[in-house]
């Protein structure tokens, strides 16, 4: 007896699913807007951000508080960021491992440039493992909220969206992939998430959550011929 599976692909988020780097992004963001704003006041804006461009961040705070930034700041902000990233980031435990025990292809789905989730996929061991290919927020017209990224990694496989399971850890990435009308997996086991995340994918209409990448493949497992009729070998 054969199992009919109703997922064709399986899509990654890069950032806080592959490696561990929110934490470090949202440091630098903050020290470099710290020293131009009341640090309180500071959090207040930052709270919830994670997620988003870091331009998009810089540029939400800057409005708040009315502040005309040099046109070198941001670039400056992610150049830091990325060199941080490269000397310090950790993998998330467990994903290499999880991501080559799935028999599905995959797709990497980023808010961040080409570049650095290429860098990532060289750290985690999974360069090879990518078969689908990156699709980052320079490959598109709008990033994450929206779904373009998603949309383009699915139309790339040749795959109906609602035959994607994607792998997110932030609301701003998960809305994308809903709206895409794609399966969502919620991961909270990054350093950077905070404790009423769980609840905010929830709401947003994520079903599943997940804590430790040891147990995504069994996981998608599940997911993938949950209510799926058995048919003849």
Known sequence: ??????????????????????????????????????EHELDVQLAGTFGLQSRDIITRVAAHFGLDLPTDFHPNVRR???????AEVQTIAGVREALHAIDLPLAIASNSQHEAVRHALERTGLTERVDVGVFSADRVKRPKPAPDVYLLAASTAGVDPQRCLVVEDSATGATAAL???????????????????????????????????HELPALVERLRYLNCTTTSA
């Open 179 to 213: 709206t895409a009308g794609m399966q969502v997996i919620g991961f909270l086991g990054a350093s950077h998430i905070p404790p009423e995340q769980g609840e905010i994918l929830r709401e947003l209409g994520v079903e599943h959550l997940l804590h430790d990448m």
């Open 1 to 38: 007896m054969n199992r009919t599976s109703h997922i064709d692909l399986l899509i990654c988020d890069c950032d806080g699913v592959l490696i561990d780097s929110e934490i470090i992004t949202g440091r630098v963001i903050r020290e470099a807007l710290a020293a131009l704003v009341p």
């Open 80 to 86: 830091r960021a990325e060199e941080i990233i490269r």
